[in-house]
């Protein structure tokens, strides 16, 4: 039976940690190979995850924050100069409206480094204001504008009958809700501990309450800062949700 592969390369935040990287997701769908967000560290995780960056057919942009963006540069100046750069097979960039933008300003600081050969890489903005779709090969990709920045979304990955969802940075809200209905594996963030809940970001309750809306039939937690890992996440969780759950980890390995 064919499978959605999942690797998480970061489960942090901004907030420096061995345990726990900035945001990062790896997704193995047959033939192509997925990155949901690529903070810092992403290039390393996957490394001692025994992955090339060869081997990536698309990445995807939950917003441009430097936590979940940090790593395309590293990433196209190692493709560019790591022996990839006339081997490698052609991927795509996809992000929020406004990311094309965003990779250009990457060149004007850093120039011709990041200037991969023509065709090897194409840039697809999604819409921040309304559900968007793409169609690849392996995978269907549905996306939702969630509430955190205003070029933040929230991706669906649709293979084999299955059905992956990844919130990126999101405060609760019913788009996300929507996204993830009846989903098999949801990766939420839970970056708050419950007993400080913010304006733009979701703690374990909270996540479990929108994983229980949605109908998920499994949630993985994720995006966690320090101070939520002092508190008991899965208790907190449970509060609003009984289905399997994780407390995601640097390179822990899901099956959808």
């Not at 920045?149 to 405060?171: C, H, M, N, W």
């Not at 929108?210 to 499994?218: L, N, R, T, V």
Request: aromatic residues 8%.
């Amino acid at each position: 039976m064919e499978k959605i592969l999942v690797t998480i390369l970061g489960s942090g935040t901004c907030v420096p940690r061995a345990e726990r990287s900035s945001s990062s997701i790896m997704v193995r769908v047959a033939d192509s190979l997925i990155l949901l967000d690529t903070g810092p560290g992403t290039l390393l995780r996957m490394a001692q995850a025994g992955q090339s960056i060869k081997d990536v057919t698309h990445l995807f942009y939950s917003h441009l924050h430097i936590d979940h963006t940090a790593d395309l540069a590293p990433f196209l100046f190692a493709v560019k100069y790591g022996g990839f750069h006339e081997t490698k097979k052609t991927f795509t960039a996809l992000g929020g409206r406004g990311f094309a933008d965003f990779y250009k300003s990457l060149q004007g600081v850093y120039g011709e480094w990041l200037t991969l050969r023509p065709g090897l890489m194409s840039i697809d903005e999604l819409d921040i204001d309304g559900p968007d779709k793409r169609h690849f090969e392996d995978f269907d990709l549905f996306s939702l504008p969630v509430n955190h920045t205003p070029q933040s979304i929230g991706l669906r990955l649709e293979a084999f009958g299955k059905s992956l969802v990844y919130s990126g940075d999101t405060a609760p809200c019913p788009e996300i809700v929507s996204l993830a209905r009846d989903c098999d594996l949801f990766i939420c963030e839970a970056a708050m501990p419950d007993s400080a809940p913010t304006d733009n970001h979701m703690t374990p309750s909270q996540a479990g309450q929108a994983a229980a809306q949605a109908g998920a039939k499994s949630l993985a937690l994720t995006h966690i800062y320090p101070e939520t890992d002092a508190t008991d996440i899965v208790a907190d969780c449970r509060k609003t949700f009984d289905g399997p759950l994780w407390v995601a980890r640097d390179l822990m390995r899901l099956e959808v």
